[in-house]
């Protein structure tokens, strides 16, 4: 754990009020995510994971409109979303800030177009050079809030008129399990994986008792030391829940079109719903934009 800057700041709930920047969240998250290690891992689990159930919702739904359109894939990884994505469009650039992703994707699919690049400075990309922007796999929540604002700015920018932003984000409304809670160490009966657990288990547990005093609770989100599947607890995730994420987006100029939870179903913004991460389907405001009707503000969550 790095000896790490922290400020009091009455007013906002969480640890000892011990608040990092934006800044100093997102690059340390970037710093656990970079290197060979966290890409061997994402290579395993892009071979085995394939698209998720809110993804072939998402899709199915969109095909129609976004085929043969330009598709910038961001936070690519080892290309798990490459191939579906390819599939709809030629048209299609994947990005990460990680050399070691970008170099198995470019051994794994050598005619697609990967580039190098932090969602928060996308300035090598044009105004409106893209119709559909995808960021899956929560990859926005490794930022901080303000950096959060600066994507979702740049996102905006980069989308051509009326254009769609598809992306994950950890639901607030799930319970977090925490770094002693016996699931992180489920039986199995592979020998491999059981001894990796309890190899990461009191590491995780370490790590949280560093982070813990970093945590944050607003009204707009939380910061939280959470379980995540290659990292032990040492990274600080981003959660919001659906009707302050649809707020959110309005301030940054997207009208929210769907909801899709873990399973794939499409449920309205205030519907209770626990699962881990939330689908979101955004569109570019714009008077000259498509037609899509918003799914789920009239529906009961039952599809």
Known sequence: MPDLPATHSPGVRGGWHNMLTSGEISNFNRHMYLGRRSAAAYVKYARRTGIKPAEATILSELKGEIKERAILDIGVGAGRTTPYLTELSRDYIGTDYSADMLAACGRQFPNVSFRRCDARDMSSFADGQFHLVFFS????????????????????????????????????NKKTIRAYDWRNVRFTLNPIVMAGRIIRYPIGIWNQLQWKKYEVETEEYSLRNTYDTFHAYSILLYHIAPLQQKRQLSLHDFELMMVVNYDGQIVAPDAPDDSPEIYYVARKISAAAPELAPRGAQDTGKH
């Open 137 to 172: 796999y929560n990859g926005i929540d490794s930022n901080g809030p303000e950096d959060r604002s600066k994507i979702l700015r740049e996102i905006h920018r980069i989308l051509d008129e009326g254009g769609i932003f598809v992306f994950a984000s950890l639901n607030r």
